[in-house]
């Protein structure tokens, strides 16, 4: 007995530090966002989502997707929000399906949201990340990054590009070269 629990706990103990990170994230158009945060009137807008807070994946119109959505996944209050998307439903479960390499990214972050600051170095769980968007209506960085920390959300200002964090978290760098000069 005492064989199979040390066992046990050495095939537990190598899964988590050698396995690769299940984290899925992606960037999606979103059409539509119901009912939270005005975010529906963002119609094309798009978004970093975690397929960890997505619910009942469905098809919308044959080439685009519907689903739900939950923010904070630590919070019951908030519950899950109607999301349109024009990716079709084969990417968004591609996007289930992928392993990310890293567990953790580091992102530089500008304090108090001031991009004329320098920006410091903020260490954050892939996982962790709920929601991304451009800082402006144009897709260029900087990016805002909403995370749970504690089971509370973070929002945080990024010197990032929104394919650049899906980058770090999946190769650990960046493939595009977009920043706020």
């Known amino acids: 007995m005492t064989c199979i629990l040390v066992l ?8 988590v530090f050698t396995k690769q990170t299940k984290v899925m994230l992606f960037i999606g158009t979103v059409t539509k966002w119901a009912h939270y945060g005005g975010r529906a009137s963002s119609s094309g807008k798009k978004w ?3 397929t960890n807070n997505i619910f009942n994946l469905q098809a919308k119109d044959t080439t685009k997707s519907k689903f739900f959505y939950v923010d904070n ?7 899950a929000k109607l999301v349109n998307i024009e990716e079709a ?3 968004v479960t591609t996007a289930f399906d ?17 991009t004329s600051q320098s920006t410091v170095n903020r260490v954050i769980p892939v996982d962790s990340i709920t ?5 402006t209506t144009y897709d260029v960085a900087p990016s805002w990054i909403t995370y749970s920390e504690g089971g509370k959300d973070v929002k945080v200002l990024v010197n990032d590009h929104i394919q650049d964090i899906i ?5 650990g ?9």
């Open 98 to 114: 992928a392993t990310y390499n890293s567990k953790y990214i580091t992102l530089a972050v500008y304090p108090d949201h001031d």
């Open 48 to 50: 970093i989502l975690n």
């Open 131 to 135: 929601l991304g968007s451009p800082y």
């Open 73 to 79: 996944l630590f919070d019951s209050r908030r519950g």
């Open 167 to 171: 980058d770090l978290a999946d190769t």
């Open 8 to 15: 046990f706990f050495i095939t537990i103990f190598a899964s």
């Open 89 to 91: 439903t084969s990417v």
């Open 173 to 181: 760098t960046t493939t595009t070269s977009t920043t706020l000069s």
